[in-house]
């Protein structure tokens, strides 16, 4: 303790003074909801950002008070969290929450962090009340390796962060985990010597000295395992005896193999230590396929904490910002974009990455597949063509604005909408624009293609249909915004509206046939089957009408808005929520079968093949789910 500065942990038993109360609104932006985490210094709070009012977007407030009457201590503390700040902005990767804003008011700064639902591993153990299985352990332990791989290989200098230990370990709500608190990571340079800083036990023998490497952080996870396996806290024992302490002596059930890799990574000298991070990985990844560990071929991406109804994902895939793309299947891959820009292709068969490609803008609409190639829109104004095989691009078609449709393909041609107000024909073959017809406000509804005519809404809401040439055929007016795809069933063509209002209209007149009122507007896209019309709303209900008259058959109400579009397979309709769960409900009468929750908010359209169901959430996560 004499020798090492020990490291602030937010604790229960700590509270700080001038908490914030709930319902503050910091910046004007940020509205504070409760407390999660407490410290000596300040507090971390769950946050509402309200420049998103019709989405729950929650963020991670941690509060610095700076109350230090010396004012060279003022300036280094300020320093301090700054730095902290300015090394999360340089990041991205899965297991490290984004940063999106930094600021100073009066005596305090703040950090607003992307919000982690879950708990830290000091918590699980102390929950666990047991040993926790060794298998738990190596999942962790290799997604940790694959963390420190990234940062110790940063560009263009290494970064090592000091201080790996239980409480700075969160595990979120799909069993990943999140490596929290970069306050006294540093920029390694080679033989430089720092402050002599970190947490007692956990740090190895050369961080008391000032020095730290990239094989600091290496002992530090050898000695978190100690503790996760053993329960004995290191912070309690002498420092640099877990060699007196062997893992299998507290914990039988830990095998030989593991104890080794754990002896190896604590080493007194650094030199006999793994020497990166990957090599870490490798030797617990030997230990896995030889204790069977990786019995399942989903092993790094299946997660073992059971959801509502004990409903698990076959695989999870990560990406790096929100999904709010619907994805496509297509002979064993799934094709989905993403908020990174990304349009990614990944092996159904365990969740493995294949390929991405790099659009300049985000993608938020389903792609197509059309003989080898997949067809998407980004908001970078563009339609791109993608081979399927390898994720090069063959071609592209540049509109005036983003393009926030799907693109739906017909007769040799693309049709696709964009914000600069036109619906663009595309020929598939010259890759160049046969005509495009203007209606003036952003399309961002799918067009549904006959053999001869496209429907479509916009944002002026109007619902349009024009033949083959652009030439309107007829228009219907809606009282507000249609964003909602068409669809056309047995003559009959429906859509949703903000106006609050689902309409049937007659395909080939336009003349309205019913029309149904929900509580709220809907961008939702109807689903049609069974006699029905199944179509979700901002009012938090999916709806089932019948499709002959437009009466409600029955309606489900989820704990948020439903903009997502259902999808009905065998005798079940799926569809997803703001909320940020997966809902199965039995298409005759509503019921729910099951529901699984992810870590933010579905806004895409479930696709399902093979009795597996691919949805996309804004916790940056592709979900894999048996029906």
């Not at 600091?216 to 002498?238: F, S």
């Amino acid at each position: 303790m004499d020798t090492l500065r020990m490291t602030q942990s937010f604790s229960s038993n700590q509270r700080p003074e001038k908490q914030l109360a709930p319902g503050t609104v910091l910046m004007d932006r940020y509205l504070i909801r409760d407390v999660v985490g407490l410290g000596g210094m300040g507090s971390v709070y769950r946050a509402k950002d309200l420049h998103f009012p019709n989405v729950e977007k929650i963020v991670a407030v941690k509060e610095m008070i700076n109350s230090a009457p010396d004012p060279l201590v003022r300036d280094t503390i300020v320093q301090n969290f700054e730095r902290e700040a300015n090394i999360l902005v340089t990041l991205s990767h899965p297991s490290i929450p984004q940063i999106f804003d930094y600021f100073s008011h009066q005596d305090r700064s703040y950090l607003v962090l992307e919000y982690v639902n879950g708990m830290d591993l000091e918590k699980v153990l102390e929950e666990s009340g047991s040993f926790l299985p060794e298998d738990q352990v190596i999942v962790w332990a290799t997604e940790l390796c694959d963390v420190l791989s990234y940062l110790h290989n940063h560009k263009p200098e290494p970064i090592i962060f000091r201080d790996i230990k239980p409480s700075n370990i969160m595990v979120n709500k799909q069993n990943h985990i999140v490596l929290v608190d970069f306050g006294i990571a540093k920029i390694f340079k080679t033989g430089q010597k720092g402050t002599m800083i970190g947490t007692e036990g956990y740090s190895p023998p050369e961080q008391y000295r000032g020095e730290a490497s990239p094989v600091a952080d290496i002992y530090a996870l050898g000695a978190t395992m100690h503790h996760l396996l053993t329960r004995q806290d290191p912070r309690l024992e002498a420092p640099f005896t877990f060699h007196e302490r062997p893992v299998k002596k507290i914990n039988p059930n830990v095998s030989a193999e593991l104890e080794a890799v754990i002896s190896t990574a604590l080493q007194y000298d650094p030199k006999n230590r793994f020497p990166s991070a990957e090599a870490m990985k490798e030797a617990l990844l030997m230990v896995a396929k030889k204790t069977g560990a990786l019995r399942s071929a989903f092993f790094h991406t299946s997660p073992m904490i059971n959801n509502e109804q004990g409903i698990k994902p076959l695989w999870t895939f990560t990406c790096e910002d929100e999904i709010r793309s619907s994805p496509v299947y297509h002979k064993g891959v799934v094709y989905f974009g993403s908020y990174d820009n990304n349009l990614y292709a990944i092996n159904t068969d365990n969740g493995e990455f294949l390929w991405k490609f790099p659009a300049e803008g985000g993608i938020v609409s389903r792609p197509v597949l059309h003989e080898g190639m997949i067809l998407f829109g980004s908001e970078d104004h563009k339609l791109y063509a993608v081979s399927t095989r390898n994720g090069r691009e063959m071609w592209h078609y540049a509109t005036d604005r983003p393009i926030r449709c799907s693109p739906t393909v017909s007769e040799g041609c693309v049709f696709i909408g964009s914000d600069d107000g036109y619906l663009h024909a595309v020929n598939l073959s010259t890759h160049t624009r046969l005509w495009r017809f203007d209606a003036v406000q952003p399309i961002r509804s799918t067009p549904y293609v006959t053999k001869d005519l496209v429907y479509f809404g916009c944002d002026s809401g109007e619902l349009n249909c024009v033949n083959f040439l652009g030439e309107l055929k007829w228009k219907y007016r809606a009282k507000r915004g249609i964003t909602s795809s068409p669809t056309l069933h047995d003559g009959i063509l429906y859509a949703a509206s903000l106006d609050f209002s689902v309409y049937a209209l007659e395909a080939k007149s336009g003349w309205m046939i019913w029309r149904f009122h929900m509580g709220k507007g809907s961008v939702s896209s109807p689903a049609i089957g069974f006699g029905n019309v199944y179509i979700g709303s901002a009012d938090g209900n999916i709806y089932c009408i019948e499709a002959g008259g437009g009466r409600e058959v029955w309606k489900y109400a989820t704990e948020h808005q439903v903009s997502g579009s259902p999808v009905l397979y065998k005798d079940a309709v799926y569809c997803g929520s703001v909320d940020g769960k997966m809902y199965c409900l039995d298409a005759k009468n509503g019921r729910l079968r099951w529901k699984f929750s992810t870590g933010g908010a579905i806004t895409g359209t479930p696709y399902i093949e093979n009795d597996v169901l691919y949805i996309g959430s804004l916790d940056h996560i592709l979900y894999a789910l048996m029906t």
